[in-house]
């Protein structure tokens, strides 16, 4: 089997990492524009690394501890549906990233949540590799 090769490994800070709710299309373009802001040189170069391949999505958030917002009890599998759908060409109601075109192309999943106690540094780090 062939090795995954990295496409890009970014950390998002200052975004509080969200689930989907009924406000799920401005969540996901947060992300979305938080990603493009830190890989916006090289965006293009990456959907085309990606596109039609299989893909490993490594993902570790950061979540706030906080009993009033709940954020630190978010599932660790809600907070992967919205970053599934902002990686896919089309996330609902606009375009999202455009590196896979639904999640099939996903084969692996490494994830995981960090409960920290500073709100400032919440976020997330991302690598994305394909194969």
Do not use: C
């Amino acid at each position: 089997m062939k090795k995954w090769k990295n496409v890009f490994q970014i950390q998002i800070r200052g975004i509080n990492p969200e689930t989907a709710s009924r406000n799920s299309t401005k969540r996901k373009r947060e992300l979305k524009n938080a990603v493009i802001d830190e890989i916006r040189k090289k965006y293009s170069s990456y959907k085309k690394r990606t596109l039609g391949n299989e893909i490993l999505v490594d993902v570790h958030y950061l979540l706030y501890h906080s009993d009033a917002t709940g954020d630190s009890k978010k599932d660790l599998d809600n907070l992967l549906k919205i970053l599934f759908d902002v990686l896919k060409k089309d996330m609902g109601n606009e375009k999202g990233l455009g590196f896979i075109t639904d999640d099939s192309w996903i084969y692996e999943v490494k994830a995981k949540k960090t409960i920290i106690n500073d709100p400032n540094k919440t976020g997330l780090d991302l690598k994305i590799s394909y194969r």
